[in-house]
């Protein structure tokens, strides 16, 4: 998710304006790569962690019990039962690490990421772009933590459009996630149990 003033000054070019008015390109080739080799790497997690720790029976996940119910796991010791669906999640969350870094990449090739130049001509960075810190979230020491590294465009709207506009309401802000992500109970239970 990008402002569209941000998707506006990209296409014009008036992104590339320096302090003293002249246009600059800057490099995008590492801002280009990085994203897209961090892709990679998430995507081969994603398909190493999700066969060595399978959440849901890999034969038919649609109709059959989810493996991690299964009577067989449900007999290993707890610890054994945490770190497989602590792992298996981990595996899940790769899949949407992909997706974020290889956009934040194909945004940087036509310089979309690009956050513009400094008053002494040195580029601010490449930071628009990026829709998640995967370490900032993985590490994360609260919730609100994880929540503003985990589809930080999407925090960034919920603050300025809702947060800011309902007087600092959790409830607004986490109420609108939940009707985002649809009508399954699980997400108003999460949603409306963090502002609580």
């Not at 590490?139 to 809702?162: C, E, G, H, I, P």
Request: aromatic share 20%.
């Amino acid at each position: 998710a990008t402002e569209y003033a941000v998707y506006a000054r990209a296409c014009d070019g008036s992104i590339f304006k320096t302090a003293d008015g002249k246009s600059k390109t800057p490099n995008n080739v590492w801002a280009t790569i990085r994203p897209f080799l961090v892709s990679l790497f998430c995507m081969g997690m994603f398909l190493f962690l999700g066969g060595k720790f399978p959440l849901l029976d890999p034969t038919d996940p649609q109709k059959n019990t989810p493996t991690i119910l299964q009577e067989e796991f449900l007999e290993k010791p707890f610890v054994l039962r945490y770190f497989h669906a602590w792992m298996g999640l981990l595996g899940v969350r790769q899949k949407y690490y992909f997706g974020w870094k290889n956009a934040e990449g194909a945004q940087n090739i036509w310089f979309a990421g690009f956050d513009g130049w400094d008053e002494k001509g040195e580029s601010k960075g490449w930071e628009t772009s990026s829709n998640v810190d995967i370490l900032g979230f993985e590490l994360a020491s609260d919730v609100q933590n994880m929540s503003k590294n985990w589809n930080k465009k999407t925090s960034f709207w919920l603050t300025r459009y809702v947060y800011i506009r309902t007087g600092g309401s959790l409830l607004a802000v986490y109420s609108l996630s939940a009707f985002w992500h649809g009508f399954y109970p699980g997400y108003y239970i999460f949603f409306l149990s963090v502002p609580i």
